[in-house]
């Protein structure tokens, strides 16, 4: 994997590379000014702007004819994204364009940036810590109006808030054992008693922002929804009826659905991927059992199975957590003590929307307050809850060993938002932006 260089100019396009009206390039790295005033033609105007104001013009080829009529953003050292020298380049959409400039751009000494470059040098110039770097990406792959607004609050720098006054609670904690440990056994007025109480708020905190990881990642890659049940039970009806659309083939004949369906949909805010599967039973004809392994296997996989049902099925599989049963035909006997609905007037169907998404996240504690989806963050945490659980398990330890102890938990702190000193750490986490950022 390619080491980041910070002090080479560098280029990207921060816009997707299809044909729209405009496109944005991205520069940045120290004398990127001074260079791109070489092929533009107001160069004077731009070497005195000041930051943050915008300079029109035409960018020039190496002939010193037009390519592209743009509007410079310029961004002068301590400010913009990476708090380097910058600009960003707004030009037409067009791709021969967008090649030109760019081609031009490598002429006068610009680097094409590797993925997340940008937001690498960002975060090693302070403009970021760790938690808002990745919040960054997690902004621009965000499935659902909910991930979204939940890395903007990351991004924001709540958790890091969170983090560094926890991280503060462990350094006074720390200060005091330290002062036992300054000091002969004779000169201490005082044994040092453990702050239990303290450090139980301080785990209680972090299991509100572990607890939201679950929720928070299926709110920004969504979730796996299976439609299970015998044939005929009306499998394929919800599954148009959540669609809006025909999508899938619906006859009285049994064994319509030879192989799964999937489509993506939005349920109360969770993008999830719906998979309408054939009708289980004992078929003989080998398409069919194919298909019907294929949906066992998928019910496996399942982050949650909607099993089905007419009212006629005597063997519903036994429900775990990760299934519910529901009825594809009303009845006054069940009314209340059921899930149901009818595909042909729709009643009953938002009912089971709002089960659905109980089931998928109302039980893994997301109150959209601090959160997070970065697994690493998530390993973070749980590394500093399990060394003060453990702390509070052996508080007859000696002075120095308890030292020892909150000195781990805030370095599992300080690796979340920045105290990270290999390189190979640092490329694995940034390379899996996209490009541009």
Known sequence: ??????????????????????????????????????????????????????????????????????????????????????????????????????????????????????????????????????????????????????????LSGNLSTAITVIKEKLIDILSSLEVQLDYAEDEILEDWVYPEEEVREIISTLDRIIGSYDASRLYAKGAKVVLAGKTNAGKSSFFNALLKENRAIVSEKEGTTRDYIEAECVIKGLPVRLFDTAGLRDASEEIEKEGIERSRNLMREADLVVYVTDGSDDNIPLQDERMMVIYSKLDEKRKGEALEFSSVTGEGISDILDAIANHLVGKKGFDGDISIESERQKDGLSECRSILSESMAHQDVSVDLMAISFQSAIRSLNSLIGDVSSDEILDNLFSKFCLGK
């Open 1 to 154: 994997m390619a080491t980041y260089e910070t002090e080479e100019k560098i280029y990207a396009l921060a816009t997707p590379y299809y044909p729209s009206a405009l496109a944005i390039i991205r520069v940045s790295g120290e004398g990127s000014i001074e260079t791109l005033s070489k092929v533009f033609s107001n160069g004077e105007r731009l070497l005195k702007s000041k930051s943050n104001t915008l300079c029109h013009g035409y960018v020039l080829d190496g002939d010193g004819n037009k390519i592209d009529e743009v509007v410079l953003a310029v961004y002068k050292k301590g400010h913009g994204y990476t708090s380097e020298e910058a600009v960003e380049i707004t030009m037409h959409g067009s791709l021969p364009l967008i090649n030109k400039i760019s081609l031009n751009l490598e002429r006068i000494g610009f680097r094409k940036a590797l993925p997340g470059e940008f937001t690498y040098r960002a975060f090693m110039h302070g403009r970021l810590d760790l938690t808002e770097a990745e919040a960054v990406e997690e902004i621009v792959s965000a499935k659902s109006e909910e991930a979204a607004s939940g890395a903007l609050e990351r």
